[in-house]
């Protein structure tokens, strides 16, 4: 059996990558400080053959008996409001937390894979992002926590890859939605799906012109184990390039959930990026990749996860 060692695994992304590996054939070692993330996301994963969960915080020295064959980094807050709730534990964990799990990484002669963002694009000026773009990232604005801890997560990795040899993958996530996303991480899925459920006030941010893309968790777990079984050590796009404006998205979780609550405008947060859409021509190309989870089927699974949760 294969053995994956998955750090932010009781993360939103993190507690559904465990599964699709674990579905795969691998042994996985979820680790996770639970800062952001939350034993309830791995909760159903705890009986399965093979998996493991670590509490443990990755930017000190981290140990793990026995071999590894792949080491994914997915521990960071990933929310605008978690980071800048968290600027410090956002930074130590893309920088120190990058460093300490590469040389784990290096150590077991593992694949490493790094969990990069959009966000390194910052407030692109390129539209759509394509790889090759370098970004617009203000490094002292509230963001640049995030941003510029992934950008070194990035340049470390390289440089691990190049100067120690490390296998190494880099995959940029664009906004992913779906099941086990927290309802108060302040995100734009989970905050129109949670009012409009209580029927309380939208809150778009800004006139709501801003333009964002949403993959839903599915797809972009798949497209993630498909970059790591490829050969390819660049950055790689993953998401879905079907792009809308947020007062778009707010009127399309009006309609699904069929609320009555109102739009109410709020003031855009700085920096809040103006465009996004990934170019995922180098995803296709060289993994045969790209989503197929319909918008609205996506919306329908998480918006029936909300309610549970609501409910609760
Ligand atoms: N947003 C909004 N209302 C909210 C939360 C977010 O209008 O209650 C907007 C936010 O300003 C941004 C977009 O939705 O333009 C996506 O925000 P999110 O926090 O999900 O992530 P981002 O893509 O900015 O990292």
């Known amino acids: 059996m294969p053995r994956a060692l998955i750090t932010g695994g009781a993360g939103f992304l993190g507690s559904h990558l465990c599964e699709l590996f674990l579905d795969r054939g691998h042994e996985v070692i979820c680790m996770d400080n639970l800062i952001t993330g939350s ?26 008996e026995g071999p590894l064959d792949y080491v994914l980094h997915f521990a960071s807050p990933a929310s605008p409001i978690d ?13 120190l937390g990058t460093h300490k ?19 390194v694009y910052g407030d692109p000026l390129v539209h759509p992002q394509k790889e090759d773009y370098w970004g617009n990232v203000n490094p002292v604005g509230p963001r640049g926590v995030y941003d510029e801890a992934k950008r070194f997560a990035e340049a470390m990795t390289m440089a691990y890859h190049r100067f120690h040899h490390v296998d190494t993958r880099i995959v940029r ?11 108060n991480d302040g995100r734009v899925v989970p ?17 709501g012109s801003q333009t964002r893309s949403f993959c839903y968790v599915s797809d972009l777990v798949e497209g993630i184990y498909r970059l790591l079984m490829s050969n390819e050590t ?17 009127e399309e979780i009006k309609r699904l959930t ?3 609550a109102p739009i109410e405008f709020r003031p855009l947060p700085e920096d809040d990026p103006k465009i996004r859409r990934p170019d995922i021509t180098k995803a296709k190309k060289l993994l045969g990749w790209e989503p197929k989870v319909p918008l609205e089927v996506g ?14």
Do not use: W
Request: hydrophobic share 40%.
């Open 173 to 183: 996530i664009f906004n992913t939605y779906g099941e086990r996303m927290r309802v």
């Open 258 to 260: 069929g609320t009555k």
């Open 234 to 250: 660049t950055p790689v796009n993953i998401g879905n390039p079907s792009e809308m404006t947020v007062l778009q998205f707010a």
């Open 39 to 64: 034993t309830a996301n791995i909760q159903h994963l705890f009986g399965r053959n093979g998996f493991t969960f670590v509490k443990y915080d990755v930017t000190n020295f981290v140990h793990c």
């Open 191 to 207: 905050a129109f799906i949670s009012q409009a459920l209580r029927n309380e006030p939208m809150t778009v941010f800004g006139d």
């Open 299 to 312: 919306l329908q699974r998480t918006i029936d996860y909300f309610r549970k949760v609501l409910l609760d």
């Open 101 to 119: 799990t590469l040389g784990l990484a290096k150590d077991k002669k593992a694949r490493y894979l790094l969990a990069s963002t959009s966000e």
């Open 83 to 95: 980071y800048l709730e968290k600027p410090i534990q956002t930074l130590k964990v893309g920088s």
